[in-house]
C-alpha cells in the first residue's frame, strides 16, 4: 500500500459523477494506492477505510477499474462498499463521535445520498 499526495487521472473522469472527488480532503483508492491531497496526515481509522476499499479491488488497477465502474453506475453497490468500509473505520475509532461524522458522510453528497442519515448510524452500528 501506498499514499500518495496527487489525485489520480481517474478522479478526473469520475468528478462527473461526483464532484466533491477533487476536494483536497477526499481520499480514494485506486490499485493498492490511496490518494490524498490534504495538508493533515491521514489518521488511523481513515486509513483503515482506506485499506477496506483497497481489499474490495484486490488492490489491483484493472480490477479497481471495474470497481469504479460498478461504484459509479449502481446505487446498491457503492452503498455496500461504503457500509463495509464505514463499520470498519468506526470500529477502529474506537470514538462513538466518529459515528456522527461518518453517517453524515455516508448519507451526504459525496456519495449521491445513497441513504437517509438515521438509516446510515442504524446500518453503520449493525
Not at 468500509?85 to 475509532?93: E, G, P
Amino acid at each position: 500500500m501506498k499514499i500518495k499526495n496527487k489525485k489520480p487521472w481517474l478522479a478526473y473522469i469520475l468528478v462527473l459523477r461526483f464532484p466533491l472527488i477533487l476536494k483536497k480532503s477526499t481520499l480514494m483508492v485506486w490499485g493498492d494506492t490511496i490518494y490524498y491531497e490534504g495538508e493533515e496526515k491521514v489518521i488511523g481509522h481513515l486509513l483503515e477505510h482506506e485499506k477496506t476499499h483497497i481489499k474490495q479491488s484486490r488492490g489491483s488497477k484493472w480490477i479497481g477499474l471495474i470497481w469504479w465502474l460498478r461504484y459509479c453506475c449502481s446505487k446498491r453497490f457503492r452503498l455496500k462498499q461504503e457500509l463495509e468500509a464505514y463499520r470498519v473505520q468506526y470500529k477502529a475509532s474506537g470514538d462513538p463521535r466518529v459515528l456522527m461524522k461518518i453517517a453524515q458522510d455516508l448519507s451526504g453528497q459525496l456519495y449521491g445520498n445513497v441513504c437517509s442519515y438515521e438509516e446510515a448510524v442504524k446500518m453503520i452500528k449493525d
